[in-house]
């Protein structure tokens, strides 16, 4: 990934906390057939590996499973906020008019070996930790436990679990951070003004790294 210095973002808890804010990634393997990707939620551990682990299963009959070269790194990428920024936000405009568009984002992108797990304690203690973490928030959260027993063990057969002992882990936060600082507060403005989630996200993105620059 091109990460010019001021775009970089090496700092473990900002990585690893947009991996478990943004928990849906991008699984890009190598296969017989060529390149092959696939969106799937994954699971964040820290604490395994140097590097941390990332956890997933996909269904028996999506080939990524079997036809992934396992002797490959796989590359799995985290999408935070991301906006258009427009020009006309800059306070500089006005004196020079040396201003262009540009998309601002945030991403994290992790490399590792793809491992297979077809074993049903295993999946079924993913599944179940899957479920915590997103039914966490609900008024009634669901449990695993809620349904039939024999229906729990059928679905179990008809997924394979996938983790990733990650050995590259690199994050790109372009939020305006190569721009004075009246032109980061007119894109935080401009932003703002739009009114809509992503947009508000990144304007918090392009407060912050004004905050810590």
Do not use: C
């Amino acid at each position: 990934m091109y990460t010019p210095s001021h775009f970089d973002e090496s700092r473990p808890e900002v990585l690893h906390a947009l991996m478990r804010e943004h928990p849906f990634g991008l699984l890009v393997t190598q296969s017989p057939a060529g390149l092959q990707a696939n969106g799937i939620p994954f699971l964040f551990d820290a604490h395994r590996g140097p590097l941390g682990t990332l956890r997933a299963h996909v269904a028996r009959a999506n080939p990524v499973w079997r036809e992934s070269d396992m002797g490959l790194e796989s590359l799995v990428v985290f999408q935070g906020p991301q906006a258009y920024i427009s020009p006309g936000w800059y306070a500089t405009k006005p004196e020079t008019g040396k201003v262009v568009p540009t998309w601002n984002y945030v991403m994290v992108q992790a490399r590792g070996r793809l491992q297979v797990h077809d074993d049903p304690q295993w999946l079924r203690a993913l599944v179940t930790e899957l479920t915590e973490r997103h039914e966490a928030g609900s008024d009634r959260p669901w449990q695993v436990s809620d349904a039939p027993a024999d229906f729990i063990d059928a679905t179990l057969r008809a997924i394979v679990g996938i983790e990733i002992e990650l050995t590259a882990l690199d994050g790109k936060w372009k939020v305006s951070q190569n721009r004075p600082a009246a032109d980061r507060e007119g894109v935080i403005a401009g932003l703002a003004a739009r009114g809509d989630d992503a947009s508000q996200a990144m304007a918090a993105q392009v407060k912050h790294a004004g905050m810590t620059k």
